[in-house]
């Protein structure tokens, strides 16, 4: 049976079967929240589950439920159901002005099908008054109506929203899947598929885009290159690259990178070869362990993992990234 227009979702079995039970039992609720880390499948589910939700027959398979073959299963694939509605942050947040637009859609009756489907990605990044707005909706909603929510963590949302969603903690998919999953569904070659695996820490999404996209591998590389660089750099130098760092795009991935290369000095300082995750970097790896003082590694990779939940709440980055770079390894 052709199923060339299903939302595929990789790993989260157990999420999966869930979803699709309620989808088969036509008893799906007003809102979910799908709690995880960046890049571990939270959208691809959301999306996956917004086709189950519109698809005209429902079907017991391998994935949320959808059938992959009527024409609501084809339109959400294509990104063109005019039931589902997809708000991202702007600028960084997601705001009041998005979610009024959600809300006076969702007073509508839907289009073609029995529900309208809203997926609003990241609402930890939503400002207050766009949370407070969502929240009325939230407390009254339609029967015509499903909400899904996606969040990076639950702690920074308002209780009041949590406590009326369904709430779905993914987690990291085993390494070893990963690692199946990019074999069997891109062609990758094993050593190449374990690598990415393991850097991926369970990211599934992280490992695809990286494994498949060869300018998002090159920027991988470049994050690891500055960390070779600074560990050589005085303060001037550090200070002035912190400027650049603490408004980049990309600083919370740099400082998870940062934080398991570190790691993987650690190991080696500690006799623990084998356990390294940048293999393809090992030479490197090695002569910086040799270069830098056990005590002062631990120490910052203290200062990242600190560094990287201040992000998250209302602080100076730059005033954060400039403490941080300063306790930054030097090489001796």
Known sequence: MPTD???RVYGHTWVQQMLQDVVLSG????????????????????????????????????????????RACRLAAEGGHPDHRFVEPSNGQIKIEAIRNLIREANLTPIEGRYKVFVIQSFDRSN?????????????????TRILLTSSQSV?????????????????????????????????AAERADLLADLSGGRIGWAIQLGTEPELWQVHEQRL???KE?????????????????TASDIEETLREWLVWWRDVLMIQRGCDELIVNRDQIETVRQMAKLSNPGDVRRFMGALMETAGYLRR???VRLAIEALLLKLPRAT
Not at 230 to 246: G, N
């Open 5 to 7: 227009s299903l939302i």
């Open 27 to 70: 008893r799906t609720s007003h809102a979910y929240l799908f709690v995880g880390p960046d890049q571990i499948g939270k959208t691809t589910l959301a999306r996956a589950f917004a086709q189950a939700i519109t698809c005209e027959s429902p079907v017991a398979n391998d994935g949320l439920g959808a059938c992959g073959q009527c």
């Open 128 to 144: 207050p008054s766009a949370a407070n707005a969502l929240l009325k909706t939230l407390e009254e909603p339609s029967e015509t």
């Open 156 to 188: 920074s949302l308002l209780p009041t929203i949590t406590s009326r969603c369904q709430v779905l903690h993914l987690r990291p998919v085993p390494v070893r899947d990963v690692s199946a999953i990019l074999q069997a569904g891109w062609g990758m």
């Open 225 to 227: 290159d500055k960390i």
């Open 230 to 246: 600074l560990v050589q750099q005085d303060v001037v130098e550090r200070m002035a690259y912190s400027q650049r760092l603490a």
């Open 314 to 316: 209302n602080v100076n």
